[in-house]
């Protein structure tokens, strides 16, 4: 194991010298601390075999005339160690560290009104700074400060930004803390709950008024498939029993997904390219109560998650929508974890003219041979597909709903 080491916390040393070897009196210096031992580093006038040697502000001292301070020890445990020992390792150090760094951030009233907003949800620089009432330049830096720490996260958004508390870790369950500790009836934390609530009101009326100038489009197309409610009891049967660590819905539109199946994932994000989109999905998981869900804005070829992130990925009514649905796919399998499950809800292929001229739908459907094709490029394995038909013959447009798994 190697750490700077500047950053070991040892108390007494003991110098393992080499005695008189042609050294001139210069000794390897053994860290003797509990089961640690590193004969690694030389130091001068460190004494020799078997003398007490330096505490840890003698070798601080000393290497700090190093140019390079962050100098490497490194060390192991001995073969006899009682491994049942609590050590002090690198981790525990820097855990102790951020830790501190983080109560310092929230040993601020303003920051910690802040902190107490973001657990209620997230939140733009502009709406926070009305909900505090002060300037843009000062709240901006409380948030940089916050975000430091380690306790929010900074989510552009087109032209915005959203802030929220950090999605997990040490940061999250502090800030949670505090959030329960502050009480309720504090008049400066009530009025700001206050303020809060006519905040998302308006964005709740703003998101309602753009659903409503789109409703009537996504009715007429309702119309011409299966029941929603049939596709969402296939779609979660399809997916399994869970429970999924990280679900993505890409293209998260009303956030609809997320809500199917916010009961069986720890964590669900939504993404979306379209901002008023993102503050429908936004406004209704909050109206729902669904704390574990959340929506980013992203582009569904370049997700912003790591290789294997997510036990479930959903897209849902998407693909027809993109000049190279391919690639989607691809991002797709690739943010899966080994054995992870995708599903893909689509229409079957038809000769609907008017969505292409109306809805803007590139693609008039895919069929079973395509979307093998697409998800076999993708790496994944095509576990099973089904296909919903209309119940009313006047219906002109068949769901299909294809599942496939990461190779484990």
């Not at 060390?75 to 050590?87: C, Q, V």
């Not at 006519?198 to 659903?211: G, I, N, S, W």
């Not at 993505?248 to 939504?270: C, M, N, P, Q, S």
Request: glycine residues 10%; charged residues 25%; hydrophobic residues 40%.
């Amino acid at each position: 194991c190697a750490l700077p080491i500047s950053r070991l916390g040892l108390g007494r040393c003991q110098c393992a010298g080499i005695g008189k070897t042609g050294l001139q009196g210069r000794a390897f210096a053994g860290i003797q601390h509990a089961d640690i031992h590193a004969p690694l580093v030389q130091l001068p006038g460190c004494g020799n075999a078997g003398e007490a040697g330096a505490n840890d502000e003698h070798i601080l001292a000393h290497f700090g005339k190093l140019q390079n301070p962050e100098y490497i020890l490194v060390f192991e445990l001995r073969n006899d160690a009682d491994k049942s020992k609590t050590y002090c390792t690198p981790e525990d150090r820097f855990f102790m560290d951020g830790l501190v760094a983080q109560l310092k951030a929230l040993a601020e009233p303003t920051r910690l009104r802040v902190v107490v907003m973001l657990a209620r949800g997230e939140l733009t620089v502009s709406e926070l700074v009305n909900l505090l009432g002060q300037s843009q330049p000062r709240v901006s830096r409380h948030l940089k400060l916050l975000t430091d720490a380690g306790l929010a996260e900074r989510l552009p958004e087109g032209a915005y930004v959203f802030y929220r508390l950090t999605d997990s870790g040490g940061g999250r369950r502090l800030a949670e803390l505090v959030n329960d500790m502050v009480p309720a009836g504090d008049p400066i934390i009530a009025r700001d709950i206050s303020r809060l609530e006519r905040t998302k009101e308006a964005r709740a009326e703003a998101a309602q008024a753009y659903f409503e100038s789109v409703a009537d489009d996504w009715d007429r197309i309702r119309k011409l498939h299966l029941s929603d409610d049939e596709v969402e009891r296939e779609m979660r049967q399809l997916a399994g029993e869970g429970p999924f660590n990280l679900m993505i819905d890409v293209g998260v539109g009303t956030g609809r997904v997320l809500e199917l199946f916010a009961d069986r994932v720890k964590r669900g994000i939504g993404i979306d390219i379209n901002h008023s989109m993102l503050n429908v999905a936004r406004s209704n998981l909050e109206n729902a109560g669904l704390s574990n869900c959340s929506v980013r804005h992203a582009d569904v070829g370049a997700l912003p998650f790591e290789e294997g992130a997510a036990d479930l990925v959903t897209v849902h009514q998407v693909l027809h929508y993109l000049d190279d649905p391919a690639l989607a796919v691809a991002e797709c399998g690739r943010v899966l974890r080994p054995g992870g499950r995708l599903l893909i809800v689509d229409f079957a292929p038809h000769q609907l003219e008017t969505l292409r001229e109306e809805q803007h739908h590139r693609r008039l459907g895919f069929s079973d041979e395509e979307m093998g094709e697409i998800i076999e490029r993708a790496g994944l394995k095509l576990a099973q597909q089904v296909e919903l038909h209309p119940m009313d013959k006047d219906n002109q447009l068949t769901m299909k709903i294809w599942t496939a798994e990461a190779q484990v």
